[in-house]
């Protein structure tokens, strides 16, 4: 299983519940994030409300490491996922803190091991820091912090991506679609489960 399947299942309902978002309030930062790459294509760059610069920059990179663009779609960038978690830090101020510290702890990690902030970080840099905090379990007890910050982060950029009309159809989801006429499920479906229709 590769990195985007894994966050695929990342981004399932358990995890997407744990957000304390409305239905209105997730179509209102998708929307909010729609408008700002449509500006953006526009010539007109986005101004995060929440986000310094840095901190903003640093998000780019770093939602387009966790999902990277591939030849199905788009990355997290391209999904507007960095515009969308600028309208949850301002939406839930309670996460601002956590948001706020795990990117400096990121800097700060990384000025400790490479003398430079995670931007300025080359991807093998980068990828060192990253993997270790991507596993909790594998995690040393005093990169507690960082493995927080990540696991936390790394859920925001699911959600944001693949509730995105890029992302599910990347997930290549089928449902919620009008149907005229149900004949049943396809002949392909019920030979793969191993099923069939009881005949009379």
């Not at 391209?78 to 948001?99: K, L, S, Y």
Request: hydrophobic share 40%.
């Amino acid at each position: 299983m590769n990195r985007r399947e894994l966050l695929r299942l990342l981004a399932s309902a358990p995890v997407a519940a744990g957000f304390a978002w409305t239905e209105a309030e997730a179509h209102q930062a998708h929307e909010l994030a729609h408008a700002a790459q449509q500006a953006a294509a526009a010539g007109t760059p986005f101004t995060p409300t929440f986000f310094t610069a840095h901190e903003y920059d640093t998000v780019r990179v770093l939602v387009d490491i966790v999902i990277p663009r591939d030849e199905r779609s788009g990355s997290a960038t391209d999904a507007g996922v960095p515009e969308f978690m600028d309208f949850i830090m301002v939406d839930q101020p309670p996460r601002q803190t956590a948001m706020r510290g795990g990117l400096a702890w990121l800097d700060r990690e990384c000025l400790e091991r490479f003398d430079k902030v995670f931007l300025d970080c080359d991807d093998a840099q980068r990828t060192a820091v990253l993997d270790d905090i991507a596993w909790p379990q594998r995690a040393r007890p005093e990169l507690s912090h960082g493995v927080a910050f990540f696991s936390s982060f790394r859920d925001l950029t699911a959600a944001g991506f693949w509730t995105t009309k890029m992302g599910i159809e990347d997930l290549q989801y089928t449902g919620n679609r009008y149907v005229n006429r149900w004949t049943g499920c396809p002949d392909e479906a019920l030979k793969k489960l191993g099923v069939s229709y009881p005949t009379e």
